[in-house]
């Protein structure tokens, strides 16, 4: 928590990714946003893709879209800002039902949820009879409400090998299931839908990180297709890859995911060296300190999901829970 530190003393923490000339225009930002939560009894959750300056400067809870959830589960706050795209905002109103979630900008999409609705689940429960639906937590309430079950990078697997069956429809994101295919003898029925910022990874950019970087060791999250994950030294989530850096601590590290991870990675690991090949999320991007302290000063945008609908995609994401 950071109520009672000034945005002056918090450059310190930052002062390694973030130059001071920088940080002194976030400043004002961050002084009325600490405030602001103070007033509203608010706290701001930070997926490990926002930039420094939200996910070290302002947020009060971090970690990947469930865990935020979860986490903001055991707070007292009246409202929770997600600083993080729709789906995650969607999913912390599911598991806060009573407590008022805000997301800074509405257009904070994703290629993954975007890719696939409930009517294709309809269209494939036809064509695929009594086949288990699992989705990744990337996808819509709406998705997640007409699927059996969730799943997330990294308990992917044993979700899948939980639900008993030899055939799963795992959706959406193509490469995902196509990694967890060859860790399990369950058969997977992939959709289309891609990441498109970790669709951009290759495993030509590898050989030539190992070229340019002799001793790097990479790593790779499970959205990058399936050759990367194979060419790569370890694949995981980002909370899986942020503890691998903090349990092994190499000397040189590549996090083949979005930009900003390995910036709020290195704040803690000043021994590690860092390779960026940098793909930003445009839609992540899109949450800045200015509409996180809008969003505080103006009550906006709340995320409101369709009782009917919460319940059925509490049911699944609870159902994951339990695995
Ligand atoms: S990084 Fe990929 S999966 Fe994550 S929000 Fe952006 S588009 Fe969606």
Request: glycine share 4%; aromatic share 4%; net charge negative.
């Amino acid at each position: 928590m950071n109520e009672q530190i000034s945005a002056a003393s918090l450059y310190d923490r930052v002062a390694r990714v973030i130059p001071k000339a920088e940080w002194m225009g976030f400043q004002d930002d961050v002084e009325a946003i600490l405030e602001l939560k103070r007033k509203r009894n608010a706290v701001i959750l930070a997926h490990n893709y926002q930039t420094p300056e939200i996910f070290h400067g302002v947020a009060d809870i971090v970690g990947d879209s469930l865990a935020l959830a979860r986490k903001a589960m055991e707070v007292e706050a009246d409202v929770i800002v997600l600083a993080g795209v729709h789906f995650m905002a969607e999913t912390a109103k599911l598991l806060n039902p009573g407590k008022t979630v805000l997301i800074p900008d509405m257009a904070a999409g994703c290629s993954l949820a975007d890719s696939i609705t409930p009517e294709d689940i309809a269209l494939l429960r036809k064509a695929y009879p009594g086949v288990p639906v699992v989705t990744y937590v990337n996808t819509s309430a709406a998705v997640k409400a007409a699927s059996d079950i969730c799943c997330t990078s990294g308990n992917a697997r044993q979700v899948v090998e939980s639900l008993g069956v030899p055939r799963v429809l795992m959706l959406p994101d193509e490469y995902l299931a196509k990694n967890v295919a060859m860790e399990t003898n369950v058969e997977l029925i992939a959709w289309r839908g891609h990441c498109e910022v970790h669709e951009l990874f290759t495993a030509d950019d590898i050989r030539e990180l190992r070229e340019s970087h002799p001793g790097v060791i990479v790593l790779a999250h499970p959205e990058c297709p399936p050759e990367v994950v194979e060419a790569a030294d370890f694949s995981g989530s980002t909370a899986v890859m942020s503890d691998y850096v903090g349990r092994e601590r190499p000397a040189r590290v590549v996090l083949l995911t979005e930009c900003s991870m390995s910036d709020n990675v290195a704040v803690h690991h000043p021994d590690v060296e860092f390779i960026r090949p940098c793909n930003l999320c445009p839609h992540m991007k899109r949450i800045t300190l200015g509409n996180i302290r809008t969003a505080l000063e103006e009550n906006r945008h709340e995320v409101t999901v369709d009782q009917a609908i919460a319940a059925a995609a509490r049911r699944a994401v609870e159902r994951m829970l339990e695995v």
